[in-house]
């Protein structure tokens, strides 16, 4: 099968698309009208010709002839300047005696009143000499729309290249996708895995909010606790060259963080997080904050902990964990922090996280993510694991005879 090219694709598109079909016939009737209107300058010529087939005519009842006591039918008078004067005499009394004596209206049989066959042709010629402007006002509607027929003509061919081109690439990216997969499924052993926590891709995630969000390296903080979400933008953290710093209460956790990418960790329940963020940004506080806990209360901490002027994205809250009050003159106006949320996925942010953990698969403990996996009959005990914060990431394996 022959891969269609882009210039392909667009010429089949633009020969079925009804669209630009509409909009060359409306450019073909905009000169239509616009030669009409001009037309109206230059001298109009009419013809017409007609025939008439009578079958029986209204003027049949009337007599043109002579009566029957009358005096006989005369012959045409011809005038003969070579004849003798009595003749010519002679032949002018006879004319004049049949006139005085014949029907005055017989002439009107000549005229083709009633005649069964009838021609009629016509010609005229109409030139405009004022018009009071209409000529001129309508020749240029005319001209204002044939150009907008033509806007709309290179906007509907401007749309077409758009759709088509999207939809193309759209199809160039999933093609490389499929390869992607297969290097990341040989990565992993596993075969049909879910994600307990709320079905969506966690390190994908993480790494769409860095690619979204990071545009310098800055420092970065990661308020704990350190789960799939906060692993996957740590990761990608660590790939923009940003120096990240992971908070949680678990040192498992933390040092999995450390692992990933993350340059600081910090232990709440040891030390001081307000003082060692300070320490570690020199003052200022950390430029990013990514919330990525799920727990109300981390959104209003990140708020307090981001520098003046840095950013708070929020991708934690994929559920509904509840509400938080916010201070919005001290925690977002005062300090100029910009807030963004993060919620979802398409399918290109899946091509990246896909992309990065097939670069970094020796490198990152991307397995060791996977602190628990159960088949159908404990999925129940996959549950609670989640529940209770036991495990990092629970996966459930419809089929574990495909693993071994």
């Known amino acids: 099968m022959r891969q269609l090219s882009l210039d392909d694709a667009l010429a089949s598109a633009e020969a079925k698309s009804p669209e630009l079909a509409i909009a060359h016939a409306g450019v073909t009737r905009a000169e239509g009208q616009r030669s009409k209107a001009r037309s109206q300058f230059l001298p109009q ?3 017409s010709a007609g025939y008439t087939r009578t079958l029986k005519s209204q003027f049949s009842g009337l007599s043109f002839g002579s009566d029957s006591g009358g005096p006989p039918a005369c012959s045409t008078f011809t005038p003969n300047p070579d004849a003798p004067t009595d003749a010519r005499l002679a032949l002018l009394e006879s004319a004049l005696g049949c006139g005085a004596g014949s029907n005055p209206f017989g002439s009107l049989q000549n005229l083709g009143f009633g005649a069964p066959n009838q021609w009629n042709l016509g010609l005229s010629l109409q030139q405009n000499v004022f018009t009071g402007g209409r000529v001129t006002a309508q020749y240029r509607a005319a001209n204002a729309g044939k150009r907008s027929a033509a806007i709309g003509l290179t906007a509907a061919k401007a749309q077409l290249t758009l759709d088509v081109t999207q939809a193309y690439y759209d199809a160039q990216l ?12 040989a990565m992993d052993e596993r075969a049909f ?5 709320d079905g969506h891709p966690r390190i994908e995630r993480g790494i769409r909010v860095l ?11 990661h308020p704990g606790p350190v789960g799939g979400v906060g692993l996957g933008a740590v990761a990608a953290s660590k790939s923009r060259g940003a120096r990240t710093i ?13 692992a990933t990418g993350g340059a600081h960790t910090i232990n709440t329940l040891q030390e001081s997080l307000h003082n060692r963020l300070l320490e570690l940004t020199e003052g200022r506080g950390p430029d990013v904050v990514i919330e990525a806990s799920g727990a109300p209360d981390a959104v209003t901490q990140a708020l307090d902990m981001v520098r003046d002027g840095g950013r708070v994205v929020i991708c934690g809250h994929y559920t509904d964990n509840g509400s938080v009050s916010i201070h919005p003159h001290f925690q977002i106006n005062r300090k100029h922090v910009e807030i963004k949320g993060c919620w979802g996925a398409r399918y290109d942010h899946f091509h990246r996280a896909v992309a990065l953990t097939a670069k970094y698969g020796h490198l990152k403990p991307w397995r ?21 914060r036991t495990t ?3 996966i459930i394996t419809p089929n574990p005879g495909l693993l071994a």
């Open 45 to 47: 010529l009419f013809g």
């Open 174 to 185: 999933a093609d490389q996708l499929v390869p992607l997969l297969a290097v990341a499924h």
């Open 193 to 197: 895995t879910y994600d307990l926590a």
């Open 211 to 221: 690619e979204d969000h990071l545009e310098v390296a800055p420092d970065l903080l």
């Open 246 to 258: 992971c908070v949680d209460v678990d040192d498992d956790k933390l040092e999995l963080a450390r």
């Open 368 to 388: 060791q993510m996977v602190s628990g996996r159960y088949d159908l009959e404990h999925a129940g005990d996959a549950l609670t694991a989640v529940e209770n």
């Open 392 to 394: 990092l990431k629970a």
